[in-house]
């Protein structure tokens, strides 16, 4: 049987439609599909960042708070007023106690402190130190 | 060839289409479940503002004078509370609804607050937002904050500026005022600094307020403001101010103030002025409080002016004037008009230059100030800083009051008088910055307060270095200046009350009558007592200046008698705490106790030992 050219052509013709047809929505479909979720997995991430700095903020502001506290407490104001609430006699270092001492250790001359030592010493170098029984 | 042509005309607009229609359909669905989409009145401007720099001192990081704190303010909106968001809230939970009573119980709690009175703000629903607290406990917010406890009660996130010495320094550092601007002190100087740069955020929000974080415009984060270091000592600021606090008392002085500067570099390590003010509560300071009288007040400084006298004479005609060069005390002296007088003297009938600066001896000051004229003592007064700001980092200083001869005629009664420190006018730090270049071998340095700025990202943008102001006098005289000053804090001296064991100091007394405004002449028994040494005198480490002011008559208002133990209450701390070596050990006994202690001990109640 001799086919009939002309309707298959426009078979064929419409066939080829329907098929580009239908590849134009599953394009669609599918990019609008990963423009959702690319979307949406964007926005979850940002969403996270904006948690994270808010969190990172209130941290901040959390250590800023407590350091504040603590650097408050040790003014020589404080400080001093603290020594006589627990009735402790603590003083600064007197000049003959202190030793300043240079970067290779050994002691700065003319100091009040190796003065005194030398003089405990009876004029020696090296300070002459009580023993405990003493 | 021709499959291929066929093939990229069909995809081509495909693929075109797609796209648009992605769009369009992404936009469709979007707009359902986003309404900042379709609706662009969501979109919003936040400036975020930067975090206000600190202040520390000399110690760094670690030792904090100034910082920004983060508080939450609290405050009532008995309206809210009325309509029961919290049962609202506390619905949403499934919990029973608290009653009003026990909210405003919590709140009183947390807070402490008087109940009675709380509750009486609660009726009041005119009066939105009352003001209820300011807090940084993060205890009391996670109480006031927890719905389920708590409503009516807003919450706003502040930064308070936290002054953490109190009202110690407060001149220096000065306050904000309710605009968070500096208004005084370091805060107005470096406002600019200090207050850093605001962030700024475009954005949108759905429509519950929360912020669409992909929808973000612009972000710019806020640049925090830069932080200052100081040279100020806190443990040498503290003794000072005890000491002039503690000299008010003792003298019945009505104010008073004090530098302590290092003789090499001119970095000052404490200066106070008292009264002083809290810098929390600026606003409620009069403005007698308020003035910082180290750099903002003039003064005639009466007999401290005396030594730059003396460095004029010698340092001009070192062959005329030296320190055991004799003069006659005879105030009657035909060659000079209307010498001042020594009320109470009697004196040999000549004196060394050395001895009318140890007993403080105004004929003869007078005869050389007048000798000299008054241009030379014009000359060196300028050398000296006086007439003119210091630089000091510091708004309000003051430039004093020194006449110009070359532009303005002294009164012929003035060219004693202005050697003498009357006539002329200072300001503390002047004096101080001169005494400083007597201390540095002549060379003036120009005072600072600030050693360093950090910006908010870590970089010094500025670090001081000593600078140079000018040679006021040679070595040699500054020298030889000193040597006689030592006299002044020995039992012959005005000032024996400022000897330290173990220290030589050259200083010198001044006690300066108060001028009546307008220049009437001087209020009678009315003076202002000052001392300024240099410690130790051999190898100089500080400049101590303290003054105090009487209003009244006071039985101790000599400059020997009160401002030279508030001086040594000073140096004996400033010694200690920045490890000044004696240039008279020998002086010190082993064992003995050291004054500082008897002073510390003094303060702390506690009977020496």
Known sequence: MRKNRKITRKMNVMTRTAARFGAIIGVLFVMVIINLLASSSCQQIMKSIGEKEKKLASLDDALNREETRWEAMKTPEKIDSALLRHGLAM??????????????????????SMMAAARRSGGGKTARYRSASR | MAMRGESVRFWFPVLVLSALAAYAGQKLVRSHVDPSVSAPNYVFDLEISARRGSIFSAYGKGYPLVKSVPYWEYRLDPVALSNAVAAKAVRRKREPPRPKNAILKTVSDALKLDYSKLKAMA???????????????????????????VAGVAIEDRQVRQYLHGRSLSHVLGSLNAEMVGSAGLELKYNKMLSGTPGTVRGMRDAY???????????????????????????????AENAVKWGLGEYGAASGWAIVMDAETGAVYAMV????????????????RKMNRAVAFNYEPGSVMKVITAAAAMDSNPKKYGPMTHFNTNRQDPNYYKLPGDYGHVWEPTMTLTDAIVHSCNIVIGKVSYDLGPYTVFKYMQRFGFGEKTGIELPGEQYGILKNPHKQMWDKASWSRAGIGQFVAVTAIQLASAYQAI????????????????????????????????????????????????GVATPSGTARRAAIKGYSIAGKTGTAQKAIPGGRGYY????????????????????????????????????????????????????????????????????AEDEFDKILDERQGRASH
């Open chain 1, 91 to 112: 003083r600064p270092p007197r000049g003959d106690q202190t030793v300043y001492m240079k970067a290779d250790g050994k002691p700065y001359v003319g100091q009040s």
């Open chain 2, 123 to 149: 009726e009041n629903t005119k009066n939105r937002y009352q003001y209820l607290a300011l807090s940084s406990d993060p205890d009391v917010h996670r109480i006031v904050a927890d719905s389920t406890l």
């Open chain 2, 209 to 239: 307020r929360h912020e669409l974080y992909d929808k973000r415009i612009i972000s710019i984060p806020p640049k925090p403001g830069a932080d200052i270091y100081l040279t100020i000592e806190p443990n040498v600021q503290f003794e």
């Open chain 2, 273 to 288: 002025s008292m009264p002083d003010f809290d810098p929390a509560d600026y606003g409620k300071a009069s403005d007698e």
């Open chain 2, 439 to 486: 201390a540095n071998n002549g060379m003036r340095m120009k005072p600072y307060l600030v050693d360093r700025i950090v910006d908010g990202d870590g970089t010094e943008i500025l670090k001081r270095k000593p600078e140079p102001a000018g040679r006021a006098i040679s070595a040699e005289t500054a020298r030889k200046l000193r040597q006689m000053m030592t």
């Open chain 2, 524 to 591: 009678p028994g009315l003076y202002r007592a000052s001392f300024c040494g240099i410690v130790p005198a051999t190898d100089p480490k500080l400049v101590i200046l303290s003054t105090l002011d009487f209003e009244q008559r006071a039985k101790f208002h000599q400059g020997g008698n009160s401002a030279g133990p508030v001086f040594k209450r000073i140096a004996l701390a400033a010694i200690r705490y920045l490890g000044v070596q004696p240039d008279k050990p020998e002086e010190l006994e082993d064992g």
